[in-house]
């Protein structure tokens, strides 16, 4: 009597590692999100004094006097 052998197949993950890999990784996304939120709101609060004072108005003016002088106009 003759024996036959098996070949095995090299074993892959199985779906329920690779979905809890996933997971893990989900909470670094949110992170990642939370800092690019803080780091907008950030800037869009330094912007917004600098340009609510006597230099924004000066920027402003100078850059619309300067738009205005290349169109020929002012």
Do not use: C, N, Q, W
């Amino acid at each position: 009597m003759t024996r036959t052998t098996r070949t095995t197949r090299p074993s892959r993950p199985s779906r329920t590692s690779r979905t809890s890999r996933r997971r893990r990784d989900d909470g670094i996304t949110t992170a990642e999100y939370a800092v690019g939120t803080a780091a907008g709101a950030g800037l869009a609060g330094l912007l917004y004094k600098l340009l609510s004072g006597g230099f924004g108005d000066r920027l402003l003016k100078t850059l619309f006097d300067h738009v205005l002088g290349l169109l020929g106009i002012g």
